[in-house]
């Protein structure tokens, strides 16, 4: 396994920030009291956490960063 050669900028990327934000929502959901969570549907958490998922997929095909190519 060979790390890409810009790794330290790498919070910067669509994917990473997509990924880490619904990281944040998925424990969100896990940290509220069971209460809580019965009066939200469980199927919201996926309809938020999915298209974030998704925008991380696209982003990650996308160049991003200075020196970033499509190859890397």
Do not use: H, Y
């Not at 990473?16 to 009291?33: E, F, K, R, V, Y």
């Amino acid at each position: 396994m060979k790390l890409i050669s810009n790794w330290r900028q790498g919070w910067r990327f669509v994917s990473t920030q997509a990924m880490a934000l619904s990281l944040a929502i998925s424990g969100a959901w896990l940290a509220l009291p069971d209460d809580w969570r019965t009066r939200v549907p469980d199927d919201l958490v996926a309809l938020v956490t999915v298209p974030v998922l998704l925008i991380g997929i696209v982003g990650r095909f996308m160049p991003q960063g200075e020196g970033t190519d499509a190859t890397e």
